[in-house]
């Protein structure tokens, strides 16, 4: 799982929509974290935790994988014909 110690901070609205689409369609991302870690994974869900933590779930070489959403810097659609192609998360002072 992909998480931050610190407080969760939520990603604006419009970002979600990006999200529902890449899960929808089953993008190929590739995904870009706060901490400079780049993977390529497929969208499959997002989830909210009981503490309204949210996270978005990717399928990682035949592995489930959350990654908390306050965690994202970008992400790039690497799926043919994808409604969007790059999407930019805003940084988060913390």
């Known amino acids: ?19 529902e689409i890449a899960c929808l369609y089953r993008y190929m991302l590739r995904i ?28 990682r070489q035949a592995n489930s994988q959350n990654i908390r959403l306050d965690c994202l810097s970008a992400i790039t659609a690497l799926t043919a014909g994808a409604k969007f192609s790059t999407v930019l998360f805003a940084s988060i002072s913390r």
């Open 32 to 59: 870009e974290l706060t901490d400079g870690t780049v993977f390529d994974a497929r969208a499959v869900t997002t989830r909210t935790t009981i503490e309204k933590e949210e996270y978005l779930v990717v399928e």
């Open 1 to 19: 799982m992909m998480y931050s110690a610190e407080k969760y901070h939520p990603v604006d609205c419009d970002l979600h929509d990006y999200l």
